[in-house]
């Protein structure tokens, strides 16, 4: 969402636009975002601040399956829950305040299909199709708004797994490398 309006209000500023796992707004066409997964995610039962470590870790592990499906090792999840439970550097009810804050963001952001097609910067979009908070279809049809640009899915979730990094750093080197070196500097260098 936030790289869509820096491109829409800054086009200047927006050399080459790489777009991942998002939409194009509120739901006000065919496609529908899974709001409701997402909401279900973001009041899922906070463990609270008397919470021990291993609860925290347990409802981290719970987002992480429930936005990653069933497409992660059981044993990254639990990597990833432990290391994120122990970067916490804010209190852990302002850390999970944030996610509120970061919907309803999302919700009160204005449908953008009008203003993304003007866009004419080199645009990827990438999406997983078990996403479930946002399902691959958004990311089509996000596609499908902006001139020119080239859409890309693979098989995971909202949650970003290794096997989805991969991917993603792939087709996004790609990306750069077609890129004429005065839109991206990058370009301009030896395969």
Known sequence: MV???VAINEPSRVSSLTLISTCRGPDTGQFKTSWGSALRLATMPDPGASATHEDRVRWVEQIMNAT???LAPAEWIREQAEER?????????????GHGRHLRAIFSAPARDDDLAKLSMPTLVIHGTGDIVIPAE?????ASLIPGAVYCASTFGHKLIPDACEFIVA???????KQPADVCPASNKKK
């Open 3 to 5: 790289a869509q309006i």
């Open 68 to 70: 990653g499906g069933d």
């Open 85 to 97: 439970v122990r970067r916490m550097v804010a209190p852990w009810e302002v850390r999970h305040a």
């Open 138 to 142: 958004n990311g089509h049809y996000l």
């Open 171 to 177: 087709r996004f080197h790609e990306h750069i490398l």
